[in-house]
């Protein structure tokens, strides 16, 4: 049984500061990771992928993953109130392929103007 | 363009009604996915279609019946529901080179009377 694993939060964070996301997850052979952006009411909304040890960055959003810990993160720089929503870390099959995803319960992120 | 579109966008049924949620992508995806969320839960799946084929049923009751009548149009056909099936039914497409990567609709608010 694949786990993801995510903080639930409340994660209160102030205006222009960086929101720090964290993720674990329990299969090793997982090689895709993605984190959705979801507001409240409205469905997930995909901002970041990784598949490679390391940092990726675009804009404000740098994923980063650590295989061999099976930790992956996501930092949002400069963040606004409209940052705040809950954030799904999610983790594709074992292998590759159009499997599903595995997600996590979410962080509950509120930015405070 | 990652557009994916559902409809209605809500539905309200009895216990002894028949409906179907419709999705609709145009851009190429071979795979696509059906996930339910109950409220302050993740998306839970419970379909997928790979090349207009089932390949995935996380066993959901058989009052829920997929179809996929080409690669464009997805449908789930709903009978007989009962009142905890109540959820946000999204319908997601995989990207056709980074087929883990799923992009979700709208999705369909549901209420079961």
């Known amino acids: 049984q694949k786990e993801v694993e995510q903080n639930s939060g409340p994660l209160s964070v102030p205006e222009g500061a960086i929101a720090s996301l964290n993720c674990t997850y329990s299969?090793?052979?997982?090689?895709?990771f993605f984190w959705y952006r979801q507001y409240s009411g409205k469905s997930p909304e995909l901002i970041m992928f990784?598949?490679?040890?390391g940092d990726k960055e675009d804009g404000r959003f740098t994923a980063q993953l650590n295989k061999a810990s099976q930790y992956v993160s996501l930092l949002i720089r400069d963040s606004q109130p409209s940052d705040s929503a809950t954030y799904l870390c999610?983790?594709?099959?074992?292998?590759?392929?159009?499997?599903?995803?595995?997600f996590g319960k979410g962080t509950h992120l509120i930015i405070q103007p | 363009d990652t557009e994916v579109t559902q409809t209605p966008k809500h539905l309200v049924m009895g216990m002894t009604n028949k409906k179907s949620l419709k999705c609709e992508q145009h851009?190429?995806?071979?795979?696509m996915y059906w996930y339910k969320q109950k409220a302050k839960k993740p998306p839970e799946l419970m379909f997928v279609?790979?090349?207009?084929?089932?390949?995935i049923n996380e066993s959901v009751p058989s009052r829920f019946s997929p179809e996929c009548p080409n690669s464009s149009l997805l449908n789930l056909h709903l009978h007989a529901l009962q009142p905890e099936d109540s959820a946000l039914y999204l319908c997601?497409?995989?990207?056709?080179?980074?087929?883990?990567?799923?992009?979700f609709g709208p999705g369909t608010r549901l209420t079961v009377l």
């Open positions: 999610a983790v594709g099959p074992s292998g590759g392929g159009a499997d599903g995803l595995t």
């Open positions: 299969d090793r052979g997982s090689q895709s």
């Open positions: 997601a497409s995989s990207h056709p080179v980074l087929i883990d990567t799923q992009y």
């Open positions: 851009m190429g995806h071979r795979a």
């Open positions: 990784i598949y490679s040890n």
């Open positions: 279609y790979s090349y207009e084929k089932l390949s």
